[in-house]
């Protein structure tokens, strides 16, 4: 580590030079509240079992998923901490169907944040890793503030997740490389422990959900079939690596290279149905790989350049290591 260790907020203080005047203090005033509400969120998930935080509140969110108690305590947590801080003009969350404005953070300055406060949630009565994945974008003064959201993933000024693992990690960008940071449980901050991270060209592992194989767009099946056939000189067979929260399948590929992919639902070729959400997903993460040096595609395309039209909008994504994720392409163009 840094002789001196540098904390998230003196960090993302340092990079607010390199940030639109305008944004520069709002984005590291909500990236270093974000922070502090991981730190309880963190604190909850670990005595969850003991606080009775476990399972279910009943009913679906926006997104027909069942709610979990901790996918509710964790978005009125977040909301709570983004409403004091006077730069979140609106908040677009999994766990709310509307977008919630803040009036009061109106202006020029305000910050639309897009937010998944429980990512692999259904890893969380199981112990498993989970996260917290986010995207600020800039409302350009309109109101309701919201609808500023609705554009090209290159309109995100910041983004990063969390994520509650045997260590809490919390990893962002303003655009600028992508930082990884560490929990010190004792004080409740953040220490830079991975400055700059730059993901492999190419990886050895592969994220994805084997069970959906057949409802697959051909070029994908063709793709996951090259992974697995041996071959020394390319390092082949892939080993197979999914954990059920994209969050930790993106920060393992982030670090040591290697591909995450959730395709969509091909079985109506007409109809793709992906799964991930674009705004607080799939965007967010795409930003973080690009900066490191990686790769987000849709397949055939990429992310940063798909347009949210809906808040709760779906995207296909394979993300991951450059080469390898040209190599994916390749498969889809066949
Ligand atoms: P939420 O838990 O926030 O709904 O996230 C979706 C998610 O759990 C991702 O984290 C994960 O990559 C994926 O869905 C797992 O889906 P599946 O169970 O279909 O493999």
């Not at 890893?123 to 498993?128: E, K, M, P, S, T």
């Not at 982030?254 to 395709?263: A, C, E, H, N």
């Not at 296909?316 to 994720?325: E, H, N, Q, T």
Request: negative net charge; hydrophobic residues 40%.
């Amino acid at each position: 580590m840094a002789d001196a260790p540098v904390t998230l907020s003196a960090h993302v203080v340092s990079q607010q030079a390199l940030l639109p005047p305008e944004h520069a203090p709002g984005v590291a005033t909500i990236v270093g509240r974000i922070g502090r509400v991981a730190a309880v969120i963190a604190q909850e998930m670990a005595h969850a079992a003991l606080r009775d935080r476990l399972g279910y509140v009943g009913g679906v969110n926006a997104s027909g998923d069942e709610v979990k108690k901790l996918d509710v305590w964790s978005h009125d947590t977040l909301l709570a901490g983004l409403r004091a801080t006077g730069a979140c003009a609106a908040f677009v969350s999994e766990e709310s169907p509307e977008p919630i404005e803040i009036p009061e953070a109106g202006g020029r300055r305000g910050l639309v944040v897009c937010c998944d406060p429980v990512d692999g949630s259904s890893n969380l009565d199981v112990n498993g890793a989970v996260g917290t994945i986010f995207a600020l974008r800039p409302s350009g003064g309109s109101t309701p503030a919201a609808p500023a959201a609705l554009g090209p993933g290159t309109d995100q000024i910041a983004a990063g997740y969390v994520m509650y693992g045997p260590a809490t990690a919390f990893v962002y960008t303003v655009g600028h490389g992508t930082h990884g940071f560490s929990l010190n449980p004792e004080t409740g901050e953040f220490l830079l422990t991975h400055p700059d991270i730059r993901t492999p060209r190419r990886g050895k592992t592969y994220g994805i959900n084997e069970g959906n194989f057949n409802s697959w767009h051909p070029g994908q099946r063709a793709f996951v079939e090259h992974l697995r056939t041996p071959d020394k000189a390319t390092r082949r067979p892939y080993s197979l690596r999914y954990s059920g929260a994209m969050v930790a399948d993106v920060h393992r590929t982030l670090l040591d290279g290697g591909l995450f992919m959730y395709p969509a639902d091909c079985s109506d070729p007409a109809r793709p149905k992906p799964k991930l959400r674009l705004l607080y997903e799939v965007a967010p993460m795409a930003f973080l790989v690009e900066q490191a040096g990686g790769r987000a595609s849709t397949g055939t395309g990429r992310v940063l350049e798909l347009v949210a039209k809906e808040y709760h909008q779906r995207a296909a994504v394979i993300l991951g290591s450059a080469d390898d994720v040209a190599t994916a392409e390749e498969f889809y163009r066949r």
